[in-house]
């Protein structure tokens, strides 16, 4: 099947594109990994165990990124073997998305005569972008979440607490807490594919100082997505101290309103206690007016502390 850079091989597990330059390998069978040593020399199975590993003239760099797909996001695992002629980059089953980006890129500006390092250069570059482009999306799910927690500490300030339940903090916290695992693990990615630029600007062979300048900028790009990566895991933890505090006080509330009608009945307590004592002399049950007298210091009593925790100021 022939495309603007070249014709599909081996049997439609490869896609040739910049006129050979770079083979693109869809699926990790045996069938094409035997295919792909027969073919170019390319040995994914012992390459696929080390982090970065040079062997028969070929440099091998793995790239794992996180993007965002219909299911929510997942990990996707890029090997590729670098020669100063040739690219072969395997992948799985499904299209990458930061590979696809690069490929549109090339055909966007025309760029089929590329080199090798040059078509690695587009790979990393993609592959930073994508992470780019998922830590900015969290980044505005972050501020739907600020604006959301900012509602409900408003809610515990005009006292419509009961607006707020601890489900809409679960939810909240359990979001966050995904989020920071994928904000860690794009922190985690793009160390690595700065570390894989640096070991391509090292160990590639014939590089002339355009190159060598090129890999230096994107190493420059790449390491400048960490910040607004750590920014935004700030912000993720900021938020889940916020939902944390609003959690104590709204709890904190409910023990206020247990202990205060504690402290209502407890003098109510204290009178029924020593009146239902068996004396055998209690002058007072005999009186005429002892239970009228009893309610109300009863509700006298029953007063006394609530006015006592309004006017100390521990209802507001």
């Known amino acids: 099947m022939n495309n603007e850079y070249g014709t599909t091989a081996l049997a439609g597990d490869v896609q040739s594109l910049n006129g050979g330059r770079w083979q693109r390998v869809r699926g990790e069978s045996s069938r094409v990994h ?4 027969a073919e170019f020399g390319v040995d994914f199975e012992d390459a696929a165990s080390s982090s970065f590993s040079t062997e028969n003239g ?62 690695v ?13 998922l830590v900015s999306s ?33 939810y909240t916290q359990q979001e966050l807490a995904d989020m920071e695992s994928l904000l860690s693990h794009c922190m985690e990615s793009q160390l690595a594919l700065a570390e894989a630029a640096r070991h391509l600007r090292a160990k590639l062979w014939g590089l002339g100082l355009e190159t060598r300048s090129d890999l230096s900028r994107l190493i420059e790009d790449i390491v400048a997505i960490e910040p607004h990566i750590e920014f935004v895991h700030d ?22 309103v247990f202990s205060v009608v504690t402290a209502v009945f407890l003098p109510v307590m204290l009178l029924s206690t020593y009146y239902s004592m068996n004396f055998e002399n209690m002058p007072i049950l005999s009186w005429q007016y002892a239970e009228p007298m009893v309610i109300v210091l009863s509700f006298l009593f029953a007063l006394a502390p609530l006015f006592y925790v309004r006017w100390r100021g521990w209802l507001r």
């Open 34 to 37: 035997a295919d792909l040593r």
């Open 58 to 119: 070929l440099s091998y760099l793995p790239i794992t990124y996180v993007a965002s797909s219909a299911e929510g996001y997942s990990t996707t695992r890029i090997m590729l073997a670098i020669s100063d002629s040739i690219v072969v980059t395997i992948e799985p089953s499904a299209s990458a998305a930061a590979l696809d980006l690069a490929v549109a890129r090339m055909a966007r500006d025309g760029r089929e005569d590329d080199s090798a390092v040059e078509i």
């Open 121 to 133: 250069a587009s790979i990393l570059q993609a592959v930073a972008d994508t992470t780019d482009e």
């Open 138 to 170: 969290m980044s505005q799910g972050t501020e739907r979440m600020m604006i959301e927690t900012g509602a409900i500490l408003q809610s515990l300030e005009a006292k419509k607490s009961r607006e707020f339940g601890v489900s809409d903090v679960t």
């Open 235 to 256: 912000r993720v933890r900021l938020l889940q101290q916020t939902n944390n505090l609003a959690l104590n006080v709204k709890q904190n509330q409910i023990i206020k």
